[in-house]
Structure formats: structure tokens, C-alpha cells
């Protein structure tokens, strides 16, 4: 090749790069660089679908503290309920109101707020749900009238729903093979701040001030807050083209129209309710005949329930290489174990209390991540609405849990309430037995797909028939998902 036509083929390629650049630069300029269009979002954290950001432990880890420090508003309250009494000067009637309060607004936020997480940019929306609790825990830190008090509680629990924006934000982000693992983290994190609250407002209360429970909790979210800042990374909205109207409709249309769904809530309630119970009456068995604990060594009994919760990444990783449904009948043997245990012996011996305790903890946290993981493999374009669906069946079986466990251990002892709860473990199996690990997507029932248990195989199986060309004929939610880091899934999804 002559000088000059390799300094033409030279230039040429020149020219070629230069226009690729000149043609890049528009779509990444075009990404938003400020929140609310006035802060600047760091350079590392600005969306870029050319460069995709990594989810990995550290990231994944700050999600799970997020969510331990921000849920945990909706329990500080519990544990205080008599000094709230003292210091507004008004009976225990009156101020019970504020438990109620507080899971009511945290109900209307799953509601209202969770499904904005498939129309808004998630760190925005992150980021203001915090500053917003943030305000509403300064007033309840310094009120001093009772009705005040009660309305910014109400407010606070609908803003208390920073967890289930990052539930979906996870599983977005993390990879298909690490998706389980990604959300485990994050439901630690959820389910120890349920348990750590009351532990923090009881001691703290104890020795100081109620109000100086709220200082604390002010100060970690603001932890939080400048976390979300310095670490959340910023992707666009997911469905451009809805309207919030239409988004809650769709959400109430996949609530009766997904069997997967439907199923997997059906299984929720009753699980909840079971969890739920076993920890409300723990009180009253445990501080009976025979054991007659004190208030002291009953809370020590959190601690138990809080080792169940740390181990709970751990089976993540054993799940990510399942496919979910299988997981999920393991985890639901396992509560039907501990609950079996329970049933034996739990107003006997304290040895059986400890063991429930431990494998009541795993077992359902285990069973949460799978049926999370298999529900929100639906559409990665309706995550947010298909997790605020799950978490309502939760609060649905809490509430449930709560007053029919309490009824049943008063009024017929504690093996009635636990053999009650056991016959709920046996209808979750058999609610799970009616779909197979890969039945389709709209079948109700059946065993279609057949019975692979492992995740691997069941990938490999589906690369090889799409590269045959053929159709795949089940739909197994371990399928391949294409990242979302990579600009893909942002479609809207109308269902």
C-alpha cells in the first residue's frame, strides 16, 4: 500500500471517530446532570448508557442501611407509648392512637407514593422522601402539643417509604444472577430495622428523653441522606409515556389479572399473618407459667430474631442459584418446621422457643426474597408497582396476624394460636403446589415447563432453543433480563 492511501485510510478512520464522538455527545449531554434541576449530581453518579454503573457490595450494602434507619420510624413509637402518656399529660387511650397513625400513613405511602418509582428517576425521588421524613421527625422532636404530634405521625409514615423504592431500584441494577443476593441485602436491612427500633427507642427512652429517640433518628437519616447524595446513581424514568393515574390502574389490574401475583400475595397474607403472630403472643407466652420472663430477657429474644435476619444474604446466594419457586417450597417447609417445633413444645421448654425463633426468622425471610424475586422477574418496566403489590399482602397479613393470634392465645392458650398458625404454614404449601416451578406466565395451574431445579440449567435450556429459533413455550421467571444499565428495559409498560 502506497504512502498516500494509507494517509487517506488514516484520515478517514480520523474523520469516522470524530463524527462517532460528535454523535455520542448529544445523547450523553441530553441525561440529566442536576436533581431537581438545581444540585448537581456527581459526575460518577450521572446516568450514562455507553458506561453502565456497578451495582456491587458496597453499593448494595448502603441500600440495606437505608433501609434499616428509614423503616424504622414507623417503630420507634411502640416502646414509648407511656412516656408519650406523661409528657403530652394524657391517658393510654389516647395516645395508642399513634401506632395506628403511623401504619396508616405508611399504608397510604405504599399506595400513593411506592408506584412513582416506575414513573420518576429514582434518586430524585429517594432523595426527597428522605428530606421530607427528615422535616417531619424535627416536628415531632419538638412538638409539644399531642394532635400535632399524631398529624406529623401520620405524615411520617407516608413518607416512610424509602425501602420500597430501593426493593426494585436493586433489582434493577444487579445483574439476573445476583438478583436474589441484591434484594436479600436490602431485606435484612428492612426487616432489622423493624426489630433494632424498638431495642434503640426502648434503651434510649429509658435512660433520657423520648424526644432524644427522634434526635437520633434525625441524625441518621441525615447519614442517609448524604449516602443517597454521594452514592445513588441516576437513571431516567422507566415509563415516559404514563400518567400516575394510569400507573396506579395498571397496578391495580396486575393485582387480579397475574396469577404469579395473585398467588404469591395469597401466600404473603398467610405467611405474614403466621410470622406476625408467633412474635405478638411472644410476649404473653413467654411471660407466663412456666417461663415468667422479664420484660428484659423477653426483648433479649429480638436478639435471636436479629441473627435469623443477618443470615439471611447468606441464603440469597443459595437462591440465586435455584429456580425461585423451589426456594420458595423450601423456605416454606422450613417455617412449617419451626412453627411444627413451636406447636410441640413452646410452652414447654424455652429450648423450642429459641429454635422457632431462629428458623421462623430465615425461613421467612428466605421465602420473601424468592417469591420477591420471582414477582418482580414480571416486567422490569413495572417493578416498583409489582413490589408495593407484596408489600401490601405483608401489611394485609400483619394486621391479620395481629389481631386474630392475640384473640386465639387469650381466649384458647398458646398451642390453639400456634396449631392455628401451623394449619397456615400447610395452606402455603399447597397454595404453592398448584403452580409448577415454570408454569406460564397466565396459566392458574399446571406443571407446564417441567421440573428443573436449577437456575443454570434452565438458562442454558433457553439460549439454546432461541438460537434454534424456536419457541420458548413456558415462562420461567429465571429467564435472561437484559441490565437496565444498559438502556434497555426502559420501555413503558401499559399492562
Known amino acids: 500500500m502506497s504512502p498516500s492511501s494509507t494517509e487517506k485510510l488514516g484520515a478517514q478512520c480520523q474523520s469516522a471517530e470524530a463524527t ?26 450521572q ?54 397513625l403511623v401504619q396508616a400513613g405508611y399504608l397510604v405511602g405504599l399506595l400513593l407514593i411506592s408506584p412513582l418509582g416506575d414513573l420518576v428517576r429514582r434518586r430524585q425521588l429517594v432523595l426527597l422522601l ?14 409539644k402539643n399531642l394532635q400535632v404530634f399524631e398529624a406529623l405521625t401520620f405524615l411520617t ?26 434484594l436479600s441485602v436490602v431485606l435484612s436491612g428492612l426487616m432489622l430495622g423493624v426489630l433494632i427500633a424498638r431495642v434503640l427507642a426502648g434503651v434510649i427512652g429509658n435512660f433520657t428523653t423520648w424526644r432524644a429517640v427522634y434526635y437520633m433518628s434525625i441524625g441518621v437519616q441525615s447519614l442517609v441522606l448524604i449516602g443517597a447524595y454521594l452514592m445513588l446513581p441516576d437513571y431516567p424514568c422507566k415509563n415516559r409515556d404514563l400518567t400516575y393515574f394510569q400507573v396506579l ?3 391495580a389490574k396486575y393485582a387480579v389479572t397475574e396469577p404469579l401475583v395473585i398467588q404469591v400475595a395469597i401466600i404473603n397474607i398467610a405467611s405474614s399473618a403466621c410470622f406476625t403472630s408467633f412474635w405478638v403472643t411472644l410476649t404473653f407466652l413467654l411471660g407466663g407459667s412456666p417461663y415468667y420472663y422479664s420484660t428484659l430477657i423477653i426483648g433479649l429474644f429480638g436478639l435471636v430474631g436479629m441473627l435469623g435476619v443477618l443470615v439471611g444474604p447468606f441464603a440469597g446466594r443459595l437462591i440465586d ?29 424455652v429450648a423450642a422457643v429459641v429454635i422457632a425463633c431462629f428458623g421462623l426468622d430465615v425461613a421467612r425471610q428466605a421465602q420473601q426474597v424468592s417469591m420477591t424475586t420471582r414477582v418482580l422477574s414480571i416486567s422490569s418496566a413495572a417493578r416498583a408497582r409489582l413490589n408495593a403489590i407484596l408489600i401490601l399482602s405483608l401489611f394485609i397479613g400483619q394486621v391479620m396476624g395481629t389481631s386474630v393470634g392475640t384473640q386465639v392465645f ?9 396449631l392455628l398458625m401451623l394449619a397456615l404454614q400447610v395452606f402455603q404449601i399447597l397454595v404453592l403446589l398448584l403452580r409448577g ?23 442454558e435450556r433457553e439460549k439454546s432453543r432461541s438460537g434454534e429459533g424456536k419457541r420458548v413455550e413456558h415462562d420461567p421467571e429465571a429467564q435472561v433480563e437484559a441490565p437496565i444499565q444498559n438502556g434497555e428495559g426502559l420501555q413503558s409498560d401499559t399492562s
Not at 130 to 143: E, H, K, R, Y
Not at 437 to 459: D, I, Q, S
Open 321 to 349: 442459584r435455584l429456580v425461585p419457586w423451589y426456594a420458595t417450597l423450601v423456605a416454606t417447609g422450613l417455617l412449617l418446621v419451626s412453627q411444627a417445633v413451636q406447636t410441640a413444645a413452646g410452652g414447654i421448654n
Open 47 to 100: 446516568y450514562n448508557p455507553i458506561k453502565p454503573f456497578h451495582f456491587g457490595i458496597f453499593l448494595n450494602a448502603s441500600f440495606g442501611f437505608a433501609s434499616t434507619f428509614t423503616v424504622a420510624n414507623l417503630y420507634y413509637c411502640q416502646p414509648l407509648l407511656i412516656e408519650f402518656s406523661k409528657s403530652f399529660d394524657v391517658t393510654y387511650e389516647e395516645v395508642s392512637r399513634i401506632p395506628t
Open 437 to 459: 416451578p415454570h408454569c406460564p406466565r397466565k396459566r392458574w395451574f399446571g406443571y407446564e415447563g417441567g421440573l428443573e431445579a436449577r437456575k443454570r440449567v434452565v438458562l
Open 157 to 182: 409514615g407516608v413518607a416512610t417509604v424509602t425501602p420500597q423504592i430501593l426493593m426494585p431500584l436493586a433489582a434493577d441494577l444487579a445483574p439476573p444472577e445476583r438478583r436474589a443476593s441484591a
Open 249 to 251: 390502574f395498571s397496578m
Open 130 to 143: 428522605v428530606v421530607t421524613s427528615i422535616a417531619f421527625t424535627i416536628g415531632l422532636a419538638v412538638t
Open 410 to 418: 387469650v381466649q384458647h392458650g398458646w398451642r390453639a394460636c400456634s
Open 20 to 45: 462517532a464522538e460528535k454523535i455520542a455527545a448529544p445523547a450523553e449531554e441530553s441525561w440529566p446532570t442536576k436533581d431537581f434541576g438545581l444540585i448537581p449530581i456527581p459526575k460518577r453518579l
